[in-house]
């Protein structure tokens, strides 16, 4: 005769050595209600060498008693959830000890691009002033004057002075890169206007497969705002 | 009876923590079993009665000592404690820590979410735009950078995160919360994000409730964010285990905190010390006994243990004579 199997869950572990309580799931026809019912039956099961750990579903296997509670033992794990979640928590924790080192790294890294920031711009500031004095004051030391100018220059790779070129990117200026953006409300006015109805129909028939007539104004408008703002899609008319 | 029981340790509250810790750091070693206690050491020239007097009253007291050990330890079971505050999580976590120190970090950041180093360029050019209007002799250009100077010091004043309010110290902190948790830029609502967000609002919640016991509507606000935030990482261990052990590892959490009950009431306050050390909680008579009783059992474990020991060191010098 084949052995008494039973597949369940591990609800509790390391409380008892080599012990595990599995917790079975059967279904059992209630004739007075007429309907299956889900009962449960917790097994005290042996665990040779610890294996298992809470929320692995396993399947146990009859065993001649070995104690008082115990008769089957875990024959294999199915599923091993419990392991893994065990596991995730002990990289999780390794992992955040790794993180908090970054972090301190990154720290000190902006605190000194932030005073590389600051320098620059009391060598710019002074680089100001020698030329002021340069121009204004004929009697001045110009030969001293003329190399601290080549010092600073060369710190900064500054080509002239006073010089077109941006020496200091600002936040503010990279965002009017695109200009598309800067003009997305005009752009898109004009192309949900009557003036360029076809144009607009093309646009909305390569996106979607709904019929134009179906659709919702703000739909529309969300679909023309996505197209105008991928710089590869071609606007019918000029920025 | 029982409900009882289980209402009054469902914070996890530590009974007699001082007890604990003097027992707890003089444990008795594995191999001194606390039923050691009861050992009596007849001595050879006893008398017969004397002797058997004795041997029964070791009988007595090692049945006694199995039945409090046996009870301590059911106690101890039913009553398992949370491993961390299931408000505030770890006491040293790293990244409330950090979080923290950001926020009262005056150099870095300025108020109203402007970022210091753009601050000090736009300045520089303001001033450049200034000397480069007025192009005058030397000592107007001098008094220029006087003026712009005093204007920058002004702003700096007032743009000085000492000087300005909670909620804005409160936004710069969700926001470099959000953005460590974030999965891409731009990412505001991933469960992870949910929770530190949560997390931060809680901290700075809770602050206000140390500092005024009576703001019940607030203490409210903070007990949903709690329940919330357990509901939120409820789920993201249902969707994705790693990244649920991530940020409870992250947020100074446990497992335990986040799958068991919990509730922020009074109980919590209590065994927290969160207003210090005030009973909230009145117990009646009888869950007052009841508490009593544990205690005394406690007590009585840790003195069967450190007697163990005694008589274990006793005993191993004996055997090496």
Redesign the interface.
Same mark, same amino acid.
């Given at each position: 005769m084949a052995k008494q199997n039973f597949i369940g869950l591990v609800v509790s572990q390391g409380?008892m050595a080599k012990t595990v309580k599995v917790r079975v799931q059967r279904k059992v026809y209630d004739t007075r209600i007429h309907k299956e019912v889900i009962k449960r039956k917790d097994y005290l099961v042996h665990d040779e060498g610890n294996l298992c750990k809470e929320g692995d579903v396993v399947r146990i296997e009859s065993i001649p008693k070995i104690s008082a509670r115990k008769a089957f033992a875990v024959a294999e794990i199915k599923v091993n959830k419990g392991q893994?979640?065990a596991l +995730?928590?002990t #990289?999780? *924790?390794e992992? !955040?000890i790794e /993180? /908090?080192k970054q *972090?301190l790294e990154i720290?000190i890294k902006?605190?000194q691009?932030?005073e590389s !920031? !600051?320098t620059q711009?009391e060598d %710019?500031?002074r680089l @100001?002033q020698i030329v002021?004095?340069y121009q $204004?004051?004929p009697n001045a030391d110009r030969s001293q004057l003329l190399s601290e100018i080549d010092r600073i220059k060369q710190k900064w790779g500054i080509q002239s002075w006073p010089s077109e070129e941006p020496i %200091?990117s #600002? @936040?503010?200026n990279e965002k009017e890169k695109s200009i598309r953006e800067v003009n997305l409300d005009l752009i898109i006015s004009k192309i949900m206007s009557d003036e360029y109805t076809d144009d607009r129909n093309k646009i909305l028939a390569a996106s979607t497969s709904t019929p134009v007539g179906e659709l919702k104004k703000h739909t529309i408008k969300n679909i023309v705002r996505k197209y105008v703002l991928n710089s590869k899609n071609e606007l019918p008319f000029e920025v | 009876m029982f409900r009882l029981s289980a209402r009054m340790f469902s914070s996890g509250r530590i009974v007699a923590s001082s007890i604990n810790s003097s027992s707890g750091a003089a444990s008795a070693p594995a191999k001194a079993h606390p039923t050691l206690a009861a050992k009596q050491f007849i001595s050879p020239d006893a008398s017969k009665s004397k002797a058997k007097i004795l041997r029964r009253k070791e009988k007595r007291l090692k049945k006694q000592i199995i039945r409090d050990v046996n009870n301590y330890k059911k106690q101890q079971?039913k009553n398992v404690q949370f491993q961390v505050d299931p408000v505030l999580g770890e006491v040293d976590n790293?990244f409330m820590n950090?979080i923290k120190k950001e926020v009262e970090n005056h $150099?870095?950041h300025l108020a109203y979410g402007f970022?210091? !180093?753009?601050f000090?360029? %736009?300045l =520089?050019?303001a001033?450049?735009a200034a #000397?480069d209007k007025s192009k005058g $002799?030397?000592v107007l250009?001098e008094s220029i950078r006087l003026a712009e100077e005093r204007k920058k010091r002004a702003l700096l004043t007032i743009l000085n995160l000492r000087n300005t309010n909670k909620m804005d110290k409160k936004i710069l902190a969700i926001k470099l919360a959000r953005e460590e948790f974030q999965r891409q830029e731009g990412d505001t609502a991933s469960p992870e994000v949910q929770a530190a967000i949560l997390t931060v609002k809680i901290h700075f919640g809770m602050d206000h409730v140390k500092e005024s016991p009576k703001d019940h509507t607030h203490t409210e606000h903070v007990r949903q964010m709690v329940q919330h935030r357990q509901r939120i990482l409820k789920y993201l261990k249902r969707d994705n285990? /790693?990244k +649920? =052990? +991530?940020t409870?590892?992250?947020l100074g959490l446990t497992?335990d905190v986040i799958t068991r009950e919990f509730n922020m009431g009074r109980q919590y306050f209590q065994d927290f010390k969160v207003w210090g050390d005030k009973q909230l909680v009145k117990l009646s008579d009888k869950q007052q006994s009841k508490v009593n009783k544990i205690h005394d059992l406690q007590k009585r474990v840790s003195e069967y243990n450190d007697l163990a020991r005694k008589n274990y060191d006793i005993l191993q010098k004996e055997q090496s004579e």
């Open positions: 409380k893994q979640f +995730y928590e #990289l999780a *924790k992992k !955040v /993180e /908090e *972090k720290f902006e605190k691009q932030f !920031v !600051v711009i %710019l500031r @100001d002021s004095t $204004t004051q %200091l #600002l @936040d503010i | 079971a790293g950090r $150099t870095n970022d210091r !180093v753009e000090e360029k %736009l =520089y050019g001033e450049k #000397l $002799t030397e250009n285990p /790693e +649920y =052990y +991530y409870i590892a992250k497992d």
